[in-house]
């Protein structure tokens, strides 16, 4: 069982940052992949960011140059950097980690909200 908290999230004026945090319970290096997925009311959850064991990092094509993704190995955390924050980033932000033959777990959420 993999246990995942995120934090960080909060209310930013267009143009503003936040870094958004996820805390897991096991060493990263035990995990296949860490990812920052966002979910806006009824819509499908959408992929936002993700992290191999490798360090190798993907982002979705809406947040690419705007957001980083990276990760602390000694403190078992992953971080998602989001600078100039648009309205359209509102949404509920959740951490995924995929533990390959161990199963797939989700965190509770941390909301983005961005307005002036």
């Known amino acids: 069982q993999v246990q995942l908290v995120e934090s960080g999230g909060g209310v930013v004026q267009p143009g503003g940052s936040l870094r958004l945090s996820c805390r897991a319970s096991?060493?990263?290096?035990?995990?296949?992949?860490v990812e920052w997925y966002r979910q806006v009311a009824a819509q499908a959850r959408e992929f936002v960011a993700s992290?191999?064991?490798?360090?190798?990092?993907s982002y979705a094509d809406s947040v690419r140059g705007r957001f980083t993704i990276s990760r602390d190995n000694g403190q078992n955390i992953v971080y998602l950097k989001m600078n100039y924050l648009k309205p359209e980033d509102t949404a509920m932000y959740y951490c995924?980690?995929?533990?390959?033959?161990?199963?797939?777990?989700w965190g509770q959420g941390t909301q983005v909200t961005v307005s002036s």
């Open positions: 096991v060493d990263l290096f035990n995990l296949d992949s």
């Open positions: 995924y980690a995929d533990a390959n033959v161990n199963g797939d777990f």
């Open positions: 992290i191999d064991s490798g360090g190798f990092a």
